[in-house]
């Protein structure tokens, strides 16, 4: 460990923040063994994709692993498949996402890529496919052949105004939905171009689709699922776990695809168990944690009883997990700068519930009457009265309610939701 204690928290804050693990550097630093059952299930359902049956839906809790369980995915398939991954919001501004621009997005993408790999595309092909979308991003033929001649790329054009520009984005969508079967017709060109390039099959994989507002990706899926699935190559989709938990819109997904991959949550303790007094945590699970814990932060700035703790207080999603470690770094951090020659600091008791009355504070908003009642029979229950209210479907996607799979589905709330159900005295 430094001899500067403040500088070694300020690195495990870094190391904790919310962020997938995406680039290599990162996977390589941080990446322990983790869900490799789901990860073996979505190579096999890409491998056994068919023409009609290619579109797959990933869905889970937000935080739960999924954008890194892709990732390495994604690099796991290159040398059988021409990947396409990227993250929906680091294209569009997440309000403003609609079918037609994810679809525009994946077509970006599918060029972008084969421009940087320098995939051998005749020229009367590349010349359309640059003319066709820079003609539906608005931008001057001209003008891009002097940008292109100085070294600008026409891609990284496009996704700039699709990132920044809302006019834009406006002008693409009103011309696209028009035009909805040349979208389609050319998203195919370009995928059949590359394919035949390169050998490769496509393979678009479009994350962060599940951080949207729920009632977007409602919107979005209810609405455009057919739009969505016109594309004629594989595709992953991922998606929240409350729109599959709508039987409605499930069945709807259903009707166009039958492979559909849920992520579960970390089981750290079997139905009903952790209610009981000294009740110890799975031990490959609970392990799991501690080893993500560990690689992120030296162990000596945490006791290890508080290292379980806040393994346990994540109800065993990933993204708690990091959430609560990095706010207990922050209150060491702020301690060290009061005063910067302590050497006693560390993750104690202390800090811990520091860390989580803040987290419980940040739980406690936008909650009413309704919603207490549904998270106090979740609690008491396991189930909510109904699964199709609403309003569970958005604790469910706000992490206040976890879902949990063995033999059947059962759900619990967030532990820290727990801690604040008893101190308003609605469970004991």
């Not at 209610?275 to 799991?288: A, C």
């Amino acid at each position: 460990m430094t001899n500067n204690l403040l500088e070694a928290f300020d690195q495990a804050y870094q190391n904790l923040q919310l962020q997938p693990l995406v680039t290599q550097e990162d996977l390589n630093k941080f990446r322990v063994p983790y869900a490799r059952g789901v990860l073996a299930e979505l190579k096999e359902l890409v491998r056994s994709s068919t023409p009609g049956n290619d579109k797959i839906i990933f869905a889970g809790h937000r935080g739960c692993g999924k954008t890194t369980l892709l990732a390495e995915f994604s690099t796991g398939q290159e040398q059988q498949y021409f990947v396409v991954f990227f993250s929906i919001s680091d294209m569009i501004e997440m309000s403003d996402i609609d079918h037609i621009k994810i679809l525009f997005a994946i077509a970006v993408q599918m060029m972008d890529k084969a421009e940087q790999q320098k995939i051998d595309i005749p020229k009367s092909l590349k010349d359309k496919f640059n003319n066709w979308f820079a003609t539906r991003s608005n931008i001057n033929i001209e003008e891009y052949r002097a940008e292109l001649e100085a070294g600008f790329n026409l891609f990284t054009i496009i996704k700039g105004k699709l990132k920044t520009d809302a006019v834009t984005r406006s002008e693409i969508k009103l011309e696209l939905e028009r035009h909805f079967s040349e979208l389609i017709e050319r998203i195919n060109e370009i995928a059949a171009t590359v394919e035949t390039a390169t050998g490769k099959k496509v393979l678009a994989i479009i994350d962060d689709l599940d951080k949207l507002d729920l009632a977007l990706v409602e919107k979005i899926y209810r609405d455009n699922v057919k739009a969505l699935f016109a594309p004629q190559f594989r595709i992953i989709f991922t998606i929240p776990i409350a729109v599959i938990r709508n039987i409605g819109l499930r069945e709807m997904i259903r009707t166009e695809t039958t492979k559909i991959k849920i992520m579960p949550v970390s089981k750290l303790f079997t139905k009903g168990s952790n209610r009981q007094p000294d009740t110890i945590p799975l031990e490959r699970e609970n392990l799991l944690l501690l080893d993500i814990l560990q690689k992120r932060m030296p162990s000596e700035l945490i006791e290890a009883e508080v290292a379980q703790q806040i393994a346990i207080k994540s109800g065993g999603v990933l993204r708690e997990l990091v959430r609560i470690a990095n706010k207990c770094c922050e209150e060491c951090q702020l301690l060290l700068q009061e005063n910067p020659l302590r050497q006693d600091v560390k993750i104690n008791q202390n800090i811990l519930q520091k860390a989580l009355t803040e987290i419980r504070l940040e739980f406690t908003v936008g909650l009413g009457k309704a919603k207490y009642q549904i998270l106090t029979a979740t609690y008491n229950n396991f189930e909510p009265e109904d699964q199709e209210d609403q309003n569970f479907l958005d604790l469910l996607h706000g992490l206040y309610v976890l879902e949990y799979k063995n033999d059947d589905l059962w759900y619990d709330v967030h532990p820290i939701v727990g801690d604040l159900l008893k101190r308003r005295g609605l469970i004991s």
